[in-house]
């Protein structure tokens, strides 16, 4: 019982009859990410938000480094908490990699779903033949380096602190850069499952509305990307936000609300 | 630099003085300090950049400026994102942008810019946000400090600790390997672990454990290889290693760790197998070694490649391949090795367990050929059991009047017993001098056909038709071995074990086959000497007995004689039936002393010495005391008892007398009884007068006689025999003597007769 609850840090606010919108944040922070938008829907859906395994306040000791060496089991964590709530037509917003992680849910155990929203979403970052990511390996390779350099900053100057000093909650208060804090082995391997998976082929058979929400100029998820999703989700619905940069619902939490908004309304 | 070492070293200016002692220094200091704050910002040691909320630099210092090489008018309007590496622009958007948005600040973010000549300034970066009253994002003001040095320690502190994080991976490995084998009870066991382990570890698409079938330095030639466990590699990919195995690569597989790369000069080497490699999506395999101290078992085969549908995309090039690092290869030797003592360690446990196997096999044989009736029997169920246990087809031959005869032929596998059966219809009778069987009991020897070249050739040799050697070939057979069974000289037959891959014949199983056959020959020796014997004494016995008693009016008559159920002994008993002149009839039931030919043969002289000496009808006393004062003439070897009695079927007249032998019943109505019919010494006795009783049978009524067989059962003393008798006689008895005869032996004899048994009986109407 309650396990999945824990480790997934799972809370829940809303109205409990409402429908069921799950946010789920991308790589890099945590469910506060969705802190401007969320609970602009409290008053007429049932908000749960959560932490993937690894990521904010979710149980550490949950993480299993071969059960996370894939988004499946971030997925399957996914579905765990969908049928620990008892929720079903479940409208799943996935910002970043979660959009995919949705992808990997819903085909999983579709009778759970009922919509998919997808922010900033790219099934796969490397360049393929006939394909474009946006980003070479030796991209990739840099990125993966520029994670750990400031991982490395991180377990040196705040591992000792945190570990050292439980009984003095101050310190951890100052920590900074608090809230995107994650152990730097657990990241580096978060980084690479993000950035190294093709979901290309899971993007077929999906059954369920669809909204593709596509930043301008998104470096991460560049348009060609979320048209390419568009394109092979047959009946999905693909908006263009004005908000630039990757994190419209930082960025522009009002569009991006209204944009989601949109899609639900019938 | 010299002199004096005391001395401060000379200002910028013009002074050694301390500058509190100068005043035009104190007011020059006073100046800089409350100097132009927009050139402290233009010229402080650190970059100084204001942004807008997306990231558009709207001011910008000339520290920057300088080390970066851009004039401020190129960065004025260009977003700070493009200067950043794309790490750096991924980790702007995934942890920069929400940290200002979310707490406000970021410290210490390490960053790289990028100069105009494409060079990398390593910087930490601290940032804020400026929000109006309403919290909406106005500015975010950026300090960047140059950290060149520092972050060199650290990526070179971070390469360290990859280091040690790799070699500690690596360590984890064995020790997990090592704990897994330990476990392992089986080559399979093994073979589970090291290709499981072993993939994972090299991240390989596939991988296998290819091993050496019988010795790898036998100097007969090239080994065989047998994958034992393979994992992600596809059904070609490993019929071709395979094939390439079992030619010219079966040495050079087994002599070194190496990588065979999918390029051109493998294309032309081996262009079966680089195609199944190109059609796996495997770009090279590496070939490791398994070994124990200097003996070769196999090798390990990892397959890598792009990775396939779930995996991680590779950082590498599609295409390339990298050999193995040393680290890995190091790794590589290490699972080799300990999946060799692994498999040494199984391979004599194995040894150990088979033999375990053998000695009870060949206990459990001993035991069914010991319980087992008759031949056909037993051989059938010896070879079900060499099929069930030992060797994959086990084939039984026997010589009989015809020759050499298949008797039985078993295969392991039920569904290839019928391919084993259409084969030895065609070779039922074994001609060929060439057959190994034939071979084994002309030479009086064992012969071992060790591999599937020598099992073909002699397969050729002894086909009769294209059809057999069909399905010879069908059957798979890797070995047979034909051991003689011979006893006194005399040829009984040969027993045959083959074996397949599945189960090849070792060493070991040619001693279990001719310790079977040992074993086996024994038996059927006894058999057949017991068989020769117990139909001749059959045969004798029966030739002896009235075929059927002679049809007496107003008598219906039964007569019964069952054989003992066990061994060849044959007994004495015997009856007869003889219509006097006169209407009378003579009875008789008697029993022969001993179990065996002479008393068979006894029981015929006596039978017709008392059917001569019947002729003139005496009464049975009469009778009696002529048997016993003449015994001596007639030299018979056995003494007897018998009953004997005549009796009138018109009146019932009925006279009893007894040389020894048990009272007759007298049954009907629901009743029976014993006559009191005293008996005299028996047949070969020294003579005393013998008593005849006297009575009458009435109309329906029925006069048993029997012998001591029907009363004697096992475990009973015969009292109790007899009191059953009477029980069973007085409900069985209703005119039908037949009828009589077959309840009493139902009921009063089980499955097993340890003796003859005579029964007459007759009702009168």
Same mark, same amino acid.
């Given at each position: 019982?309650?396990? =999945?609850?824990?480790?997934?840090?799972?809370?829940?606010?809303?109205?409990?009859?409402?429908?069921?919108?799950?946010?789920?944040?991308?790589?890099?922070?945590?469910?506060?990410?969705?802190?401007?938008?969320?609970?602009?829907?409290?008053?007429?859906?049932?908000?749960?938000?959560?932490?993937?395994?690894?990521?904010?306040?979710?149980?550490?000791?949950?993480?299993?480094?071969?059960?996370?060496?894939?988004?499946?089991?971030?997925?399957?964590?996914?579905?765990?908490?969908?049928?620990?709530?008892?929720?079903?037509?479940?409208?799943?917003?996935?910002?970043?990699?979660?959009?995919?992680?949705?992808?990997?849910?819903?085909?999983?155990?579709?009778?759970?779903?009922?919509?998919?929203?997808?922010?900033?979403?790219?099934?796969?970052?490397?360049?393929?033949?006939?394909?474009?990511?946006?980003?070479?390996?030796?991209? #990739?390779?840099?990125?993966?380096?520029?994670?750990?350099?400031?991982?490395?900053?991180?377990?040196?100057?705040?591992?000792?602190?945190?570990?050292?000093?439980?009984?003095?909650?101050?310190?951890?208060?100052?920590?900074?850069?608090?809230?995107?804090?994650?152990?730097?082995? #657990?990241?580096?391997?978060?980084?690479?499952?993000?950035?190294?998976?093709?979901?290309?082929?899971?993007?077929?058979?999906?059954?369920?509305?669809?909204?593709?929400?596509?930043?301008?100029?998104?470096?991460?998820?560049?348009?060609?990307?979320?048209?390419?999703?568009?394109?092979?989700?047959?009946?999905?619905?693909?908006?263009?936000?004005?908000?630039?940069?990757?994190?419209?619902?930082?960025?522009?939490? /009002?569009?991006?609300?209204?944009?989601?908004?949109?899609?639900?309304?019938? | 630099?010299?002199?004096?070492?005391?001395?401060?070293?000379?200002?910028?200016?013009?002074?050694?003085?301390?500058?509190?002692?100068?005043?035009?220094?104190?007011?020059?200091?006073?100046?800089?300090?409350?100097?132009?704050?927009?050139?402290?910002?233009?010229?402080?040691?650190?970059?100084?950049?204001?942004?807008?909320?997306?990231?558009?630099?709207?001011?910008?210092?000339?520290?920057?400026?300088?080390?970066?090489?851009?004039?401020?008018?190129?960065?004025?309007?260009?977003?700070?994102?493009?200067?950043?590496?794309?790490?750096?622009?991924?980790?702007?958007?995934?942890?920069?942008?929400?940290?200002?948005?979310?707490?406000?600040?970021?410290?210490?973010?390490? #960053?790289?810019?990028?100069?105009?000549?494409?060079?990398?300034?390593?910087?930490?970066?601290?940032?804020?946000?400026?929000?109006?009253?309403?919290?909406?994002?106005?500015?975010?003001?950026?300090?960047?400090?140059?950290? *060149?040095?520092?972050?060199?320690?650290?990526?070179?502190?971070?390469?360290? &600790?990859?280091?040690?994080?790799?070699? /500690?991976?690596?360590?984890?490995?064995?020790?997990?390997?090592?704990?897994?084998?330990?476990?392992?009870?089986?080559?399979?066991?093994?073979?589970?672990?090291?290709?499981?382990?072993?993939?994972?570890?090299?991240?390989?698409?596939?991988?296998?454990?290819?091993?050496?079938?019988?010795?790898?330095?036998?100097?007969?030639?090239?080994?065989?290889?047998?994958?034992?466990?393979?994992?992600?590699?596809?059904?070609?990919?490993?019929?071709?290693?395979?094939?390439?195995?079992?030619?010219?690569?079966?040495?050079?597989?087994?002599?070194?760790?190496?990588?065979?790369?999918?390029?051109?000069?493998?294309?032309?080497?081996?262009?079966?197998?680089?195609?199944?490699?190109?059609?796996?999506?495997?770009?090279?395999?590496?070939?490791?070694?398994?070994?124990?101290?200097?003996?070769?078992?196999?090798?390990?085969?990892?397959?890598?490649?792009?990775?396939?549908?779930?995996?991680?995309?590779?950082?590498?090039?599609?295409?390339?391949?990298?050999?193995?690092?040393?680290?890995?290869?190091?790794?590589?030797?290490?699972?080799?090795?300990?999946?060799?003592?692994?498999? /040494?360690?199984?391979?004599?446990?194995? &040894?150990?367990?088979?033999?375990?196997?053998?000695?009870?096999?060949?206990?459990?044989?001993?035991?069914?050929?010991?319980?087992?009736?008759?031949?056909?029997?037993?051989?059938?169920?010896?070879?079900?059991?060499?099929?069930?246990?030992?060797?994959?087809?086990?084939?039984?031959?026997?010589?009989?009047?015809?020759?050499?005869?298949?008797?039985?032929?078993?295969?392991?596998?039920?569904?290839? &017993?019928?391919?084993?059966?259409?084969?030895?219809?065609?070779?039922?009778?074994?001609?060929?001098?060439?057959?190994?069987?034939?071979?084994?009991?002309?030479?009086?020897?064992?012969?071992?056909?060790?591999?599937?070249?020598?099992?073909?050739?002699?397969?050729?040799?002894?086909?009769?038709?294209?059809?057999?050697?069909?399905?010879?070939?069908?059957?798979?057979?890797?070995?047979?071995?034909?051991?003689?069974?011979? =006893?006194?000289?005399?040829?009984?037959?040969?027993?045959?074990?083959?074996?397949?891959?599945?189960?090849?014949?070792?060493?070991?199983?040619?001693?279990?086959?001719?310790?079977?056959?040992?074993?086996?020959?024994?038996?059927?020796?006894?058999?057949?000497?017991?068989?020769?014997?117990?139909?001749?004494?059959?045969?004798?016995?029966?030739?002896?007995?009235?075929?059927?008693?002679?049809?007496?009016?107003?008598?219906?008559?039964?007569?019964?004689?069952?054989?003992?159920?066990?061994?060849?002994?044959?007994?004495?008993?015997?009856?007869?039936?003889?219509?006097?002149?006169?209407?009378?009839?003579?009875?008789?039931?008697?029993?022969?002393?001993?179990?065996?030919?002479?008393?068979?043969?006894?029981?015929? &002289?006596?039978?017709?010495?008392?059917?001569?000496?019947?002729?003139?009808?005496?009464?049975?006393?009469?009778?009696?005391?002529?048997?016993?004062?003449?015994?001596?003439?007639?030299?018979?070897?056995?003494?007897?008892?018998?009953?004997?009695?005549?009796?009138?079927?018109?009146?019932?007249?009925?006279?009893?007398?007894?040389?020894?032998?048990?009272?007759?019943?007298?049954?009907?109505?629901?009743?029976?009884?014993?006559?009191?019919?005293?008996? *005299?010494?028996?047949?070969?006795?020294?003579?005393?007068?013998?008593? /005849?009783?006297?009575?009458?049978?009435?109309?329906?009524?029925?006069?048993?006689?029997?012998?001591?067989?029907?009363?004697?059962?096992?475990?009973?003393?015969?009292?109790?025999?007899?009191?059953?008798?009477?029980?069973?006689?007085?409900?069985?008895?209703?005119?039908?003597?037949?009828?009589?005869?077959?309840?009493?032996?139902?009921?009063?004899?089980?499955?097993?007769?340890?003796?003859? #048994?005579?029964?007459?009986?007759?009702?009168?109407?």
């Amino acid at each position: 019982m309650g396990s =999945v609850v824990a480790r997934n840090r799972v809370s829940v606010s809303g109205v409990p009859g409402g429908r069921p919108l799950v946010f789920s944040h991308g790589f890099g922070c945590d469910q506060t990410l969705w802190r401007l938008v969320a609970p602009c829907f409290a008053d007429d859906h049932r908000v749960v938000l959560f932490d993937h395994v690894g990521s904010g306040q979710s149980d550490l000791s949950a993480y299993d480094p071969d059960k996370y060496g894939s988004l499946a089991g971030y997925a399957n964590d996914v579905v765990e908490i969908c049928q620990e709530l008892g929720l079903s037509d479940v409208v799943f917003v996935g910002h970043s990699v979660s959009a995919m992680i949705g992808v990997l849910a819903y085909h999983r155990a579709p009778e759970l779903f009922g919509a998919l929203v997808m922010v900033g979403p790219s099934p796969r970052y490397v360049d393929d033949v006939g394909y474009v990511g946006g980003f070479s390996r030796a991209d #990739i390779a840099d990125l993966l380096d520029a994670l750990d350099s400031n991982h490395l900053g991180w377990s040196a100057q705040m591992a000792p602190v945190i570990m050292g000093n439980p009984d003095r909650p101050e310190l951890a208060a100052e920590l900074t850069n608090s809230f995107c804090r994650t152990a730097p082995d #657990i990241a580096r391997q978060f980084a690479r499952v993000t950035f190294l998976s093709d979901n290309r082929a899971d993007l077929q058979g999906i059954e369920v509305p669809t909204l593709v929400l596509q930043c301008s100029e998104d470096p991460i998820a560049p348009s060609p990307v979320g048209e390419y999703v568009h394109r092979q989700i047959p009946g999905s619905e693909l908006v263009r936000l004005r908000a630039t940069g990757h994190v419209p619902q930082l960025s522009a939490p /009002e569009e991006t609300t209204a944009a989601i908004r949109a899609f639900l309304t019938p | 630099m010299t002199g004096r070492s005391d001395a401060p070293p000379p200002g910028p200016d013009d002074g050694s003085d301390a500058p509190r002692s100068d005043p035009e220094a104190s007011s020059r200091l006073a100046r800089l300090l409350e100097g132009d704050p927009a050139d402290l910002y233009e010229n402080a040691p650190m970059g100084y950049l204001s942004t807008l909320p997306d990231g558009r630099i709207v001011k910008v210092n000339r520290t920057f400026c300088a080390w970066t090489g851009r004039a401020p008018g190129d960065l004025l309007g260009t977003r700070l994102q493009e200067l950043l590496t794309v790490g750096g622009r991924v980790f702007h958007e995934t942890h920069i942008v929400p940290l200002l948005r979310m707490q406000g600040a970021v410290r210490e973010i390490a #960053i790289d810019i990028t100069r105009i000549d494409g060079s990398l300034l390593a910087c930490l970066l601290n940032a804020v946000e400026l929000r109006d009253d309403d919290g909406t994002p106005l500015l975010i003001r950026a300090t960047l400090f140059e950290a *060149t040095a520092r972050r060199r320690y650290e990526r070179e502190l971070l390469a360290a &600790q990859r280091l040690a994080e790799e070699s /500690e991976a690596r360590s984890r490995v064995v020790q997990k390997v090592v704990f897994d084998l330990a476990a392992a009870t089986t080559p399979e066991d093994v073979a589970t672990v090291i290709v499981q382990r072993g993939r994972a570890a090299m991240k390989a698409r596939g991988a296998a454990l290819v091993l050496v079938e019988g010795e790898a330095d036998d100097p007969r030639g090239v080994p065989q290889l047998r994958p034992v466990r393979s994992d992600g590699l596809s059904a070609g990919l490993l019929r071709r290693l395979r094939e390439a195995a079992g030619s010219r690569l079966a040495l050079e597989l087994v002599q070194g760790l190496r990588s065979i790369v999918l390029d051109a000069r493998l294309r032309a080497d081996q262009p079966d197998l680089a195609a199944a490699m190109v059609a796996d999506g495997v770009t090279d395999l590496v070939v490791v070694p398994v070994s124990a101290d200097s003996k070769r078992l196999g090798v390990l085969v990892l397959a890598r490649g792009a990775p396939g549908r779930g995996d991680l995309i590779s950082l590498d090039e599609p295409g390339s391949s990298r050999p193995p690092s040393p680290a890995e290869v190091d790794l590589l030797w290490t699972l080799g090795r300990q999946a060799g003592q692994a498999l /040494e360690r199984v391979r004599l446990h194995e &040894q150990t367990r088979l033999q375990g196997e053998r000695a009870a096999f060949l206990l459990e044989a001993a035991r069914l050929m010991a319980d087992a009736d008759d031949v056909s029997e037993t051989v059938q169920r010896l070879a079900g059991l060499v099929a069930s246990r030992l060797a994959t087809v086990c084939a039984i031959e026997l010589v009989t009047e015809q020759g050499l005869t298949r008797a039985v032929a078993r295969h392991r596998d039920g569904a290839r &017993q019928p391919l084993l059966d259409r084969l030895r219809a065609k070779d039922a009778l074994l001609r060929s001098p060439l057959h190994p069987a034939v071979r084994a009991l002309r030479e009086g020897r064992t012969q071992w056909m060790r591999d599937r070249e020598e099992v073909r050739a002699v397969v050729d040799a002894v086909a009769v038709d294209d059809e057999f050697r069909d399905l010879a070939e069908q059957l798979e057979l890797t070995a047979t071995v034909s051991v003689p069974m011979v =006893v006194d000289g005399r040829r009984l037959g040969v027993m045959t074990f083959a074996g397949d891959r599945q189960r090849p014949l070792t060493a070991a199983d040619v001693e279990v086959a001719e310790q079977l056959a040992l074993q086996l020959s024994q038996v059927l020796d006894k058999a057949q000497r017991f068989e020769l014997e117990e139909r001749t004494s059959h045969t004798l016995q029966a030739s002896l007995l009235p075929p059927s008693p002679p049809d007496v009016p107003g008598l219906d008559t039964a007569v019964r004689y069952v054989a003992a159920t066990h061994g060849v002994d044959v007994g004495g008993d015997f009856y007869d039936l003889v219509r006097l002149p006169g209407e009378q009839v003579s009875l008789v039931v008697g029993d022969v002393v001993g179990h065996d030919i002479t008393a068979a043969a006894t029981m015929g &002289q006596l039978r017709t010495v008392i059917r001569a000496m019947s002729a003139d009808g005496p009464p049975p006393a009469v009778l009696v005391d002529r048997l016993q004062r003449s015994w001596g003439l007639y030299e018979l070897q056995r003494m007897a008892t018998a009953l004997f009695a005549t009796l009138d079927p018109a009146t019932g007249g009925l006279r009893i007398a007894s040389a020894g032998h048990l009272p007759p019943v007298l049954c009907g109505s629901g009743r029976a009884e014993y006559l009191p019919v005293r008996p *005299t010494r028996m047949l070969g006795a020294p003579p005393v007068p013998a008593e /005849e009783w006297a009575g009458e049978l009435p109309v329906g009524a029925t006069l048993l006689l029997f012998t001591d067989g029907l009363v004697e059962s096992t475990g009973a003393d015969i009292d109790t025999g007899l009191d059953r008798l009477l029980e069973v006689a007085a409900k069985a008895c209703a005119g039908d003597p037949g009828e009589l005869c077959d309840r009493l032996l139902e009921e009063l004899t089980g499955d097993h007769r340890a003796d003859d #048994i005579a029964l007459l009986a007759l009702t009168r109407r």
